[in-house]
């Protein structure tokens, strides 16, 4: 499986945007890239997924550049509720044995008035 | 919809005793999980089943058993606990379908806090 990196933590305030990058040198070319997000005292809930380019949803953004060694999670106008564990995963098509991604340790955001 | 369930919430036991922890869903997914998460990191696998019946081990499986009987029920099993399996355990289930290209998104449960002393 694909080893990622991200920073362990970022400070940001209300209604800026935050940009968490992780990088992923060794992604395979059926590895699909997907973010998760994680509050204290709860599971993760999914975010967002892409394989390339950009893929938006109503909640944020990813920016994976053509050789698809990083990704970008773009968080627009956060909020206080957004303070939370962000993970990024890098994983293998299905081929009928399980979907083993692995979550790294993720970066905290902190989110202030 | 409930999603994924997790019981009990919160459990103190002392070393070497055994315990089972239970997880439910009520989406119909095929996939389910089973994560421990220690304080201060990420998580890490610890079993999964892509179907009734099937279970495979995944990154850290020494020490837990898992069966899976039905589509909605994914148990996981310590047999003889020890203070190293102190830990928040995660079950998620997915709807995996064959030749998709993609990972689909796992619904995650609220976790169970298991202390050892």
Known sequence: LAKTTQPISMDSYEGQEVNITCSHNNIATNDYITWYQQFPSQGPRFIIQGYKTKV?????????????????????????????????????????GGNKLTFGTGTQLKVEL | NAGVTQTPKFRILKIGQSMTLQCTQDMNHNYMYWYRQDPGMGLKLIYYSVGAGITDKGEVPNGYNVSRSTTEDFPLRLELAAPSQTSVYFCASSYEQDRSPKNQPQHFGDGTRLSIL
């Open chain 1, 56 to 96: 938006t949803n109503e909640v944020a953004s990813l920016f994976i550049p053509a050789d698809r060694k990083s990704s970008t999670l773009s968080l627009p106008r956060v909020s206080l509720s957004d303070t939370a564990v962000y993970y990024c995963l890098v994983g293998p098509i299905l081929t009928g």
